[in-house]
């Protein structure tokens, strides 16, 4: 773990299960980011959840007591608007998503519709605030289109709550691919896209990076997809059991990402 402390610039930090549980803030976090910044280190908070703006994001964390900026986040909202820009530009959308998203996209220079004969593009987030005529709209335009673009902003079939989980984006596509046979374009972790993104911002190289997170098949392939360095924390919703039976490896596995701090306070400040 010390030749991993010592050799890394960039932490990507997955939130939810990793830094807090809900509306629960892990009592290591707040000294654990301090020691980070004041090595000299920079981190991005890397979240897979698209059902939150950055804004609400920044918000959320403020009212846990970190303090935060837009500049502080890479989230498949962002690497979403980005993929679209670069692929589907100045198509108009149809969002089964949150309010929260469609402001995200909106304010990326996209137009959303519920019109759909004009729906150029179907865009799937993690929609707390789904509805079953959401579900029927996509639908029909997935099967009466079909050469419709299709976007899922993650791949994730569960969001953990401090009851357990709940269904998200990745069990929502399974449905509509029940009901369609389309299946979409995922854009989040394990995507590589993600780090990609935050390492060009912060100019840091995938030697230089780290992926923290809780869940092997979204955090931590996404790091090792894109060459950086992956730590599992067993804070959320992995399990030994789920490490076993996965076929990709972490290079460090920790009950949570508190057990970093050791290391980092013995970092020249």
């Known amino acids: 773990m010390e030749k991993i402390v010592q050799k890394t610039k960039l932490y990507l930090f997955d939130m939810d299960g990793t830094l807090y549980l809900g509306s629960r803030l892990y009592d290591f976090t707040k000294e654990l980011l301090q020691q980070i910044r004041a090595t000299g280190s920079r981190y991005l908070f890397m979240t897979n959840n698209s059902s939150k703006s950055v804004e609400d994001y920044v918000k959320k964390l403020q009212g846990l007591g970190i303090s935060a900026t837009r500049e502080d986040f890479m989230t498949s909202s962002q690497a979403t608007a980005y993929y679209l820009k670069q692929n589907h530009p100045g198509k108009k959308l149809y969002v089964c998503g949150t309010q929260s998203l469609i402001r995200e996209l909106e304010s990326e220079g996209f ?146 990402a508190g057990e970093l701090l050791p290391y980092l306070r013995q970092l020249p400040h």
């Open 111 to 256: 137009t959303v519709t519920t019109d759909l004969e004009q729906v150029e593009c179907v865009v799937m987030g993690f929609d707390t605030e789904l509805t079953f005529r959401k579900l029927h709209d996509v639908s029909y335009l997935l099967l009466t289109k079909k050469d419709l673009p299709y976007i899922a902003t993650n791949p994730d079939l569960v969001c953990p709550t401090e009851f357990g989980s709940v269904p998200d984006c990745g069990s929502v596509c399974y449905g509509i691919k029940n009901a369609t046979g389309r299946e979409p374009v995922v854009i989040g972790k394990p995507s590589p896209l993600m780090p990609q993104l935050a390492m060009e911002k912060l100019g840091c190289t995938p030697e230089e990076t780290a992926v923290i997170g809780d869940r092997i098949y979204t955090d931590i392939k996404s790091g090792l997809n894109a060459g950086c360095t992956g730590i599992l924390v067993l804070s959320g919703e992995s399990t030994l059991q789920t490490l076993e039976e996965s076929p990709d490896k972490p290079h460090l596995v920790l009950q949570d």
